[in-house]
């Protein structure tokens, strides 16, 4: 399902992008690092920050908290260390979409973005069963 937030932003066309862009620097520097526990915090401020520009708190809180529980399982293992290297871009480019009001296809790059974990996770909870 994609993030209606960033849709609603692409439909307002994005304004002082410069913070999410810092934000995704952020993300960039901790996976770079190979640091998980920094990735799992800036990864959370750069969505949070971003889906908040859509001023619906409610939506907002729901997002971030389905979004903390699939990042419980499978951030660590190979796969994972990958799929944080390839969310890198995929945020520059939200950014860009958003910026540019392309609805369509940041709705399509968030669907792809948060179905991209789902085999991760799913792998994981398997490995606990």
Not at 92 to 108: C, F, K, N
Request: aromatic fraction near 4%; charged fraction near 25%; hydrophobic fraction near 45%.
């Amino acid at each position: 399902m994609a993030d209606p937030q960033c849709a609603a932003i692409a439909r307002q066309g994005l304004t002082d992008a410069e913070p999410l862009v810092l934000l995704a620097d952020d993300v960039a520097g901790a996976v770079k690092s190979g640091n998980v526990t920094d990735y799992i915090e800036t990864d959370r401020r750069f969505h949070e920050a971003l889906v908040s520009r859509a001023d619906n708190p409610l939506l907002t809180r729901t997002i971030m908290g389905l979004r903390a529980d699939m990042r419980l399982y499978g951030i660590s293992s190979p796969e994972g260390l990958e799929r944080q290297r390839a969310s890198v871009s995929e945020h520059y480019e939200m950014i860009e979409l958003a910026a540019t009001r392309q609805t369509e296809a940041v709705a399509a790059l968030i669907t792809r973005h948060i179905d991209s974990w789902k085999p991760l996770m799913t792998a994981a909870l398997r490995e606990l069963a």
